[in-house]
């Protein structure tokens, strides 16, 4: 048996790595996904070739780290090209970090900015990635990632992650962390990724190539927060509303990374601007998740179905077609009729115009059908622009 609220489904999963939780379209195919990603990383880790690799490499990485902390200048001198393109790949990230850790001295959630997307489905949704670090644990944490990233262990890890065919940004803490483990285990060891995935016995793995973006996989976490800054800009939105977007407590690197496509494939759509500044409005992951999800179904029916005209703040994000009919599209697993929804329903039919038409991305009870129909609504049921997950197709 499977509790809703009414909108999204909420799985417990129970696996030998312990229990995790799924809720929304397209989670548990994600967590699922993660569960197989960890037993392959098991095998990894119990192959004979890896242990060797890993054994005793580790202190000379950590070696290589201190020669980076103490001697900063004349570590980075010796990178091709070392200062200019260290400074042009963090540059963005520095920016944002101390964004960060300026809103954890203030003891503000960074980037969150409460607005009407606080209402959404998806309030009681958390990242499974552990407590809020403290202003000491952010530091700590940001330096010691420009330090490894310099070194080329992110570029690893994200290697890693694409041969399993996961998200190198989950919020699963227990693959996250494992991800970590291994990719460092063969860093340090000079086990190339190829050969360590090659270690994973035929059929532990699942295909999953559809659900992360090439984009989010190949690009490293600074480049990626520039061009997606870039995006943004172009679509007319605010320096301030692009800092806390790219600062927010509950949006993950790939998920701003399906935000920001979408809204470059909204080229010439009215609003797009205003989608950031309703997007910073969230308050939990659920939300998050429940608003970008709802801009990647805009996305696909503009592409697919007809061109939008402009994108409007409804209670959620909705589409407005150049014949002036709205486009609701709901990334729900199953709709019911509550409050919420009625409530939503009336003041858009009140609003008057052609009958808005609206796309869900599971099922809906017969109740809900039925009040929608009677408002002359036309409605699509698991409906083919439905999200699949992070980062999308």
């Keep these: 048996d499977v509790p809703t609220d009414g909108f999204m489904a909420r799985y417990q999963i129970q696996s030998r790595f312990g229990q995790f939780e799924a809720s929304g379209p397209g989670m548990l195919s994600v967590r699922i996904n993660e569960i197989h990603a960890l037993a392959a990383l098991d095998q990894i880790e119990d192959s004979e070739q890896f242990k060797e690799a890993a054994s005793g490499a580790a202190k000379e990485t950590a070696g290589n780290l201190r020669q980076l902390v103490q001697h900063p200048k ?23 970090g101390v964004q960060k850790l300026n809103d954890i001295r203030q003891d503000r959630v960074p980037g969150v900015e409460t607005g009407s997307a606080s209402h959404l489905p998806g309030a009681g949704d958390a990242p499974q990635s552990g407590p809020r670090p403290s202003l000491g644990e952010a530091v700590i944490g940001s330096g010691g990632a420009v330090a490894v990233n310099i070194l080329g262990f992110d570029k690893q890890r994200r290697l890693l992650a694409r041969e399993l065919g996961v998200d190198p940004y989950t919020t699963n803490r227990v693959l996250a962390d494992r991800l970590d483990q291994v990719t460092w285990g063969a860093f340090a060891g000079g086990l190339s990724i190829k050969v360590a995935t090659s270690l994973i016995p035929g059929g532990t793995l699942i295909a999953t190539s559809s659900t992360v973006t090439d984009w989010v996989w190949d690009t490293s976490p600074g480049d990626l927060r520039v061009q997606i800054e870039a995006r943004l800009l172009s679509a007319g939105a605010s320096p301030d509303a692009v800092d806390r977007f ?63 005209a402009r994108l409007t703040e409804q209670g959620t994000l909705t589409g407005q077609t150049r014949s002036g009919r709205t486009v609701v599209v709901a990334p729900v697993d199953h709709l019911s009729w509550n409050a919420v929804l009625s409530s939503f329903a009336a003041q858009l039919s009140a609003r008057g115009g052609p009958p808005p038409v609206i796309h869900v991305s599971g099922g809906m009870t017969d109740r809900a059908s039925d009040e929608l129909a009677a408002l002359g609504w036309d409605i699509i049921k698991n409906s083919r622009l439905a999200p699949i997950g992070y980062p999308p197709r």
């Design 74 to 96: 004349e570590t980075l001198e010796g990178v091709p090209q070392g200062v200019r393109r260290f400074f042009d790949r963090t540059s963005r990230s520095v920016k944002t």
């Design 246 to 308: 790219l600062r927010h407590q509950w949006y993950t690197l790939s998920m701003q990374a399906v935000f920001a496509n979408a809204i470059a494939v909204l080229e010439n759509v009215e609003g797009r601007a205003g989608a950031v500044e309703f997007a910073v409005g969230v308050n939990s992951f659920g939300q998050a998740r429940f608003v970008v999800q709802t801009l990647e179904m805009l996305q696909h029916y503009h592409a697919e179905t007809e061109p939008l």
